[in-house]
Nanobody, 128 residues
Framework: QVQLAQSGGGSVEVGGSLRLSCEASGIDSASWCLAWYREVPGKAREGVGSIASDDKTEYADSVKGRFTIGKERAKNLLTLQMDGLKPEDAATYYC??????????????????????WGKGTLVTVAT
C-alpha cells in the first residue's frame, strides 16, 4: 500500500521559512516523479515544484529563488524548503508521486493528472 505522509507546515511571519516533508512508503520514491502542489479555497490546485528521478527540478515562477525541492533517498523523503514566505504563499500544500519518465515529469506542475498518489495536505499560513 502506497502512502505519502506529510509533516511540517504551520504559521510563519512574512519573510520567514518553513520546511515541508513527505515520507513515501510502498514505492521507491527516488525513481518516481515527485511534486508539491498547493491549493486555496476557490482556486485550482497549483503546481509549486517537481523533481524527476534524474533529480532535475522545475518550479512555478511564483516561487523560483525562494523554494527548494529535494529528495533524501535514504529516507524515501521528499522535502520543500520555503524561504522568504509571502502572504500569497498561504495555502494547503500537497505532495504527489507518479510513475512518470523524466520527460513526463516535466509538465506535472501544469498537468497534475500524472500524479498517482497524494499526501493528505498540510496547512501553511503566513502572518502579516
Amino acid at each position: 500500500q502506497v502512502q505519502l505522509a506529510q509533516s511540517g507546515g504551520g504559521s510563519v511571519e512574512v519573510g520567514g521559512s518553513l520546511r515541508l516533508s513527505c515520507e513515501a512508503s510502498g514505492i521507491d520514491s527516488a525513481s518516481w516523479c515527485l511534486a508539491w502542489y498547493r491549493e486555496v479555497p476557490g482556486k485550482a490546485r497549483e503546481g509549486v515544484g517537481s523533481i524527476a528521478s534524474d533529480d532535475k527540478t522545475e518550479y512555478a515562477d511564483s516561487v523560483k529563488g525562494r523554494f527548494t525541492i529535494g529528495k533524501e533517498r535514504a529516507k524515501n523523503l521528499l522535502t520543500l524548503q520555503m524561504d522568504g514566505l509571502k502572504p500569497e504563499d498561504a495555502a494547503t500544500y500537497y505532495c504527489g508521486a507518479g510513475p512518470l519518465s523524466d520527460l513526463g515529469c516535466r509538465g506535472v506542475l501544469i498537468y497534475p493528472d500524472g500524479m498517482s498518489y497524494w499526501g493528505k495536505g498540510t496547512l501553511v499560513t503566513v502572518a502579516t
